[in-house]
């Protein structure tokens, strides 16, 4: 299974300020994920990084607040853009495991962040 | 949109016993996993059940699917004070996972 590395694991950044978070694969993959998991609750898919193209986003989710980038096939990042404090949360970064859907998703630890 | 619901939302027990946690979904799936979080860290997955399985284990883990039920069950036999975390059901949403809401589990010895 893909080894995810994630940086930073926490943060706490000022109210206004924007944050990168990275996500590193030892293999190359086609799809990566991102979520979010605010506090107490479950996780919400964020969007879809694909290589070579724009993110697709889910609803309520848009680019200029989350923007992401994906420049290879074991590398993408989210942007945390103009952060509040409803922007405390967990993110994770996840990676598909094959394009049948039918071995697992894998996550990095993820990123603790609280805006302060 | 969540599609997992899982119940019971919170789950306490003694060292030694088994926790069953259950899963329900709404529309067709392709498999289900489930994930345990320890303490708002990263996720761990523990099982992949396909659609066309009804049961499947692994160590002290046994996961039952129903699809004409649209529910799976997750057992932990003999648990122990390190399975304390929070349990997460999903189902494939295409490619990527719809979550449910989660069952914490609290094992005190």
């Known amino acids: 299974s893909a080894v995810i590395s994630q940086k930073p694991s926490r943060d706490i950044c000022q109210r206004g300020t924007s944050l990168t978070i990275q996500c590193q694969v030892d293999?190359?993959?086609?799809?990566m994920f991102w979520y979010r998991q605010q506090p107490g609750q479950s996780l919400t898919l964020i969007a879809t990084a694909n290589q070579g193209s724009e993110a697709t986003y889910e609803s309520g989710f848009v680019i200029d607040k989350f923007p992401i980038s994906r420049p290879n096939l074991t590398f993408s990042t989210l942007t945390v853009s103009n952060m509040s404090p409803e922007d405390s949360s967990i993110y994770l970064c996840?990676?598909?495991?094959?394009?049948?859907?039918?071995?697992?998703?894998?996550f990095g630890d993820g990123t603790r962040l609280s805006i302060l | 949109s969540q599609q997992g619901e899982e119940d019971p939302q919170a789950l306490s027990i003694q060292e030694g016993e088994n926790a069953t946690m259950n899963c329900s979904y709404k529309t067709s799936i392709n498999n289900l996993q489930w994930y345990r979080q320890n303490s708002g860290r990263g996720l761990v997955h523990l099982i992949l059940?396909?659609?066309?399985?009804r049961e499947k284990h692994s160590g002290r883990l046994r996961v039952t699917l129903d699809t004409s039920k649209k529910s799976s069950s997750l057992l932990i036999t003999a648990s122990r004070a390190a399975d304390t975390a929070s349990y997460f059901c999903?189902?494939?949403?295409?490619?990527?996972?719809?979550f449910g809401k989660g069952t914490t589990l609290s094992v005190s010895s």
């Open positions: 293999s190359q993959v086609t799809m």
């Open positions: 059940i396909r659609s066309n399985e």
């Open positions: 999903a189902t494939d949403g295409g490619t990527a996972l719809i």
């Open positions: 996840s990676v598909a495991g094959t394009p049948d859907g039918n071995q697992p998703q894998h």
